[in-house]
């Protein structure tokens, strides 16, 4: 079984940054696409940025050039580097493994405000 919690989520202001980690359960990097969703309020969930198997990644339009994921093989970590963060950023954000069908971890909420 699969098991993702994420961290560091919270409140920031307009313009700020946040950095998501989501820690995996085991070695699982080699198998699974890691990714980062977001449900705005009132909104369907969103691909934010994925990374597959092979290292290479895809982030959504709206947040290109502002946002970026990474991974750590030795720690087992995922990680959402979030930088200019605007008010429409606000979400909670989900850590996924296996794309829509995967393994999912709880969500964290990202609120960006004054």
């Known amino acids: 079984q699969v098991q993702l919690v994420e961290s560091g989520g919270g409140l920031v202001q307009p313009g700020g940054s946040l950095r998501l980690s989501c820690a995996t359960s085991?070695?699982?990097?080699?198998?699974?696409?890691m990714g980062w969703y977001r449900q705005r309020p009132g909104k369907r969930r969103e691909l934010v940025a994925d990374?597959?198997?092979?290292?290479?990644?895809n982030i959504a339009d709206a947040v290109a050039g502002r946002f970026a994921i990474s991974k750590d093989t030795a720690r087992n970590t995922v990680y959402l580097q979030m930088n200019n963060l605007q008010p429409e950023d606000s979400a909670v954000y989900f850590c996924?493994?296996?794309?829509?069908?995967?393994?999912w971890g709880q969500g964290i909420q990202v609120t960006v405000s004054t």
């Open positions: 996924n493994a296996g794309k829509e069908a995967g393994y």
């Open positions: 085991g070695r699982i990097f080699n198998l699974y696409t």
């Open positions: 990374v597959n198997t092979g290292g290479f990644t």
